[in-house]
Nanobody
Framework: VQLQASGGGLVQAGGSLRLSCAASARTFRRYFMGWFRQAQGKEREFVATISWSGGSTTYADSVKGRFTISRDNAENAVYLQMNSLKPEDTAVYYC?????????????????WGQGTEVTVSS
């Protein structure tokens, strides 16, 4: 396994969760890392992405101001801090690695995927 996501769980609306993604050195390259999510019966959608340096981040409008993506290159890890969670944030969350040198917001732009971690937000 090249990417391993964890940290999902059940939380009440308004609560917080922090997702983690551990990556092998081979996949944690000097490119972008991203988080996507897929709700039951829906297509996988972009959540956030971060550049190698961490200096460039991009968020989906639906999570902007509530979620924060970060990375620790020394630990080969990327994180997603999720605050003010809403029931519509319920989904399986996936971390992914992109070989593109620019921010990519489509799943096709990512080469490696973790297995997903489930987040359920109750109302």
């Amino acid at each position: 396994v090249q990417l391993q996501a964890s940290g999902g769980g059940l939380v009440q609306a308004g609560g917080s969760l922090r997702l983690s993604c551990a990556a092998s050195a081979r996949t944690f390259r000097r490119y972008f890392m991203g988080w996507f999510r897929q709700a039951q019966g829906k297509e996988r959608e972009f959540v956030a992405t971060i550049s190698w340096s961490g200096g460039s981040t991009t968020y989906a409008d639906s999570v902007k101001g509530r979620f924060t993506i970060s990375r620790d290159n020394a630990e080969n890890a990327v994180y997603l801090q999720m605050n003010s969670l809403k029931p519509e944030d319920t989904a399986v969350y996936y971390c992914a690695s992109s070989s593109s040198p620019i921010a990519t917001m489509t799943p096709l732009g990512y080469n490696y995927w973790g297995q997903g971690t489930e987040v359920t937000v109750s109302s």
